[in-house]
């Protein structure tokens, strides 16, 4: 399995990511989590990550494609990979073909989470996470027991800075100019199988495994040219 996932901010990615890395036994790539430990080390790289992703920006090519090459050469991801945020922008998805051709891989799913932008934007702005064991919680949907406190560990729960509604609106029309039209570029090439972004928690796993293992409606010679 060497899998891309692809959707909007607040699809659901990382919990999708995490459920097919437990079922194929392959380790998830997620850049955004890459970065954010970047920033907390406050490494070169964090550091000039940072102003990007606070303002909702996409962190340059050349840095996370250099960041994403580097974490692809470890051992663990010789078997496959799902990679979660990544790639992001044209230029990000004709690095990753160049990176796999390098040692002879390919893609072989990219998934699209659907999900429509009054949804997101509740999401969002409702999510809350623990800085110490990175669960996630939902102000209405998936409150933590004690209030403003992670369940598991009992931290203080914080909210991302790039949850903040400006943030949110400007992540969004991101993802609609940069990371949308990967759609079609993966389209062409019969890659791409969708799910809907508000499915319950619970038959996520089953319907994850009844999409990836479906056969890709469109022939190659259906395909829109061009
Ligand atoms: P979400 O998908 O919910 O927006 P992520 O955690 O994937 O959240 O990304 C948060 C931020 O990290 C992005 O807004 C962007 O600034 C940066 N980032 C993550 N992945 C990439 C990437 N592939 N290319 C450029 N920037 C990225
Ligand atoms: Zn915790």
Not at 84 to 112: C, F, M, W
């Amino acid at each position: 399995m060497k899998a891309v996932i692809l959707g909007p901010p607040g699809a659901g990615k990382g919990t999708c990511a995490k459920i097919i890395g437990e079922i194929y036994g392959i380790p998830v790539i997620t850049t955004g989590d890459m970065l954010r430990a970047a920033v907390a080390r406050m490494t070169p790289l964090g550091l000039t990550a940072k102003s990007y992703m606070d303002r909702g920006e996409l962190v340059p090519d050349d840095l996370v494609n250099d960041m994403v090459t580097e974490r692809l050469k470890e051992s663990d991801a010789e078997g496959g990979f799902i990679l979660d945020g990544y790639p992001r922008s044209p230029r990000q998805a004709e690095a990753l073909e160049r990176i796999l051709k390098t040692s002879g891989k390919k893609l072989n799913q990219v998934l699209h989470i659907k999900l429509e932008d009054k949804t997101i934007i509740d999401r969002l702005s409702k999510r809350r996470s623990c800085p110490r064991c990175g669960a996630i919680f939902h102000l209405d949907n998936k409150p933590p027991k004690a209030k403003g406190k992670c369940d598991a560990c009992n931290t203080e729960l914080v909210q991302r800075d790039d949850d903040k509604p400006e943030v949110i609106k400007r992540r969004l029309e991101v993802y609609r100019e940069k990371t949308q039209p990967l759609l079609d570029f993966y389209k062409k090439k019969g890659l791409i199988k969708v799910i809907r972004g508000d499915i319950n928690l619970m038959d996520l796993p089953t319907t994850l495994k009844r999409v990836l293992n479906s056969r890709v409606r469109t022939k190659p010679h259906e395909q829109p040219q061009g």
